[in-house]
């Protein structure tokens, strides 16, 4: 697996599929770019998801968040993206994704997307 960003995410199948559980990653350094300003955006995101079938391999997750960096998205649209496409990975039976993104213009923003 490369150590450059990337938007292929690696799935692998869950250990326990019978029981309900949930996973819970936090990563606080994500960063992404103002679309309007081109300023750099920071973020602490968090992903809790009940896993399925499959769950999401950690190191193509870190380099799928990666992949952001050079990339201008709005607050609400990466959160949103980040959810479809880990959706479409997994086929969770429940996510929730949470952007707590750093202060811009005096405004702290906060975006919580969840499935189903």
């Known amino acids: 697996m490369a150590n450059v ?18 996973i819970e990653f936090d ?7 103002c679309p309007k300003t081109g300023q ?5 995101i968090t992903i809790r998801y009940v ?9 193509s997750l870190k380099l799928y968040l990666w992949s952001f960096r050079e990339e201008g998205h709005f607050h609400e649209t990466v959160i949103n ?4 496409d880990l ?11 949470e952007g707590d ?8 923003t906060t975006v919580t997307a969840q499935y189903p």
């Open 40 to 44: 750099p955006d920071f973020a602490h």
């Open 101 to 108: 993104f750093n202060v811009r213009g005096g405004i702290h």
């Open 27 to 33: 990563c606080p350094e994500f960063t992404c770019v």
């Open 51 to 59: 896993p399925d079938l499959l769950c999401v391999e950690l190191k």
């Open 87 to 97: 959706v479409a990975a997994l086929q969770p039976r429940e996510m929730r994704i």
């Open 5 to 22: 960003p990337q938007k292929e995410l690696e799935t692998f199948e869950n250990p326990k599929s019978s029981r309900d559980y949930v």
């Open 81 to 84: 993206r980040i959810l479809d």
